[in-house]
C-alpha cells in the first residue's frame, strides 16, 4: 500500500508519499520511481538519482514541500542504518543553513561524472558515524546524510549517483 497524503503546514502545502509498510514491496515498481516523477512534475527538473543502496536498505518516504522548494528522500534499513536526502530547488533567492554540531573527523572531495562532490565525516556521541554529502546540479542543491553505514558504504553511494 503506498499512503498519498496533502496537508498544509504553516500555509505550505506538502506532499507525503510512504511506502513505510512491511507488506509493500518497496523495491517494487512505483514507489522510489513514482517520487522521483513527482519531483520532476513539481520542480520541472528530473533529479539525480541513486544506483546504489546497502543490502537490505530501502526506500522509505518522500515529502515535497512547494513553499520552501525542496523534497526530502528517506532511506532505511530497521533503526541500524539510514540515508536522508533532501534537493533544495534554487527558483528564487534563498538561503540554505546547515548545522552540525558533531566533530567533523575527516573530509574528501570525490568527481562523478564530471560533478563535485564532497563528503564531511563525523563521530556522532553515541560512537556512531554520520557523513554528509553535498554537491549541486541543474540548479538545485543536494544535502544527504548517512547515519550507520561504513566508509565503503557511503563510497559506493556516491559513486553510483546518476546525473542527466
Not at 564532497?118 to 563521530?123: A, D, M, V
Request: net charge negative; proline share 2%.
Amino acid at each position: 500500500m503506498i499512503e498519498k497524503v496533502q496537508w498544509w503546514i504553516a500555509n505550505r502545502m506538502q506532499i507525503h508519499l510512504d511506502t513505510d509498510d512491511d507488506r509493500v514491496d518497496n523495491q517494487g515498481p512505483g514507489t522510489e520511481d513514482e517520487a522521483y516523477a513527482k519531483i520532476e512534475e513539481v520542480f520541472g527538473v528530473y533529479p539525480v538519482k541513486r544506483s546504489y543502496l546497502p543490502k537490505d536498505m530501502v526506500f522509505s518516504k518522500v515529502v515535497i514541500d512547494e513553499e520552501l522548494q525542496n523534497a526530502r528522500l528517506y532511506y532505511k534499513k530497521g533503526n541500524e542504518k539510514w540515508i536522508y536526502c533532501t534537493i533544495w530547488f534554487q527558483y528564487r533567492s534563498a538561503s540554505v543553513g546547515i548545522d552540525a554540531e558533531d566533530g567533523v573527523i575527516g573530509q574528501s572531495q570525490i568527481d562523478v561524472s564530471g560533478n563535485e562532490i564532497y563528503i564531511k565525516k563525523y563521530n556522532v556521541e553515541n560512537g556512531k558515524t554520520r557523513y554528509q554529502v553535498e554537491f549541486e546540479y541543474q540548479k538545485a542543491h543536494y544535502f544527504v546524510w548517512c547515519l550507520g553505514l561504513t566508509d565503503q558504504e557511503v563510497e559506493n553511494f556516491v559513486k553510483n549517483l546518476k546525473f542527466f
